[in-house]
């Protein structure tokens, strides 16, 4: 199975660091469309 890095990846979390991190580990394994929300309102 491939992955497709080039659809888009949301990430919703209230703990602004734990966004971060994601957002950084996601970048670092070649994705690059990522958008984040703090909470499932905004998202």
């Known amino acids: ?3 497709d890095y080039s ?3 949301l990430v919703v ?3 602004q660091t734990m966004v971060r991190i994601l ?3 996601l970048k670092q394994v070649g994705f690059k469309d ?3 929300a703090s909470d499932g309102t905004a998202a």
């Open 34 to 36: 990522v958008d984040d």
């Open 23 to 25: 957002r950084n580990l």
């Open 7 to 9: 659809i888009p990846v």
């Open 13 to 15: 979390d209230d703990y």
């Open 1 to 3: 199975m491939s992955l």
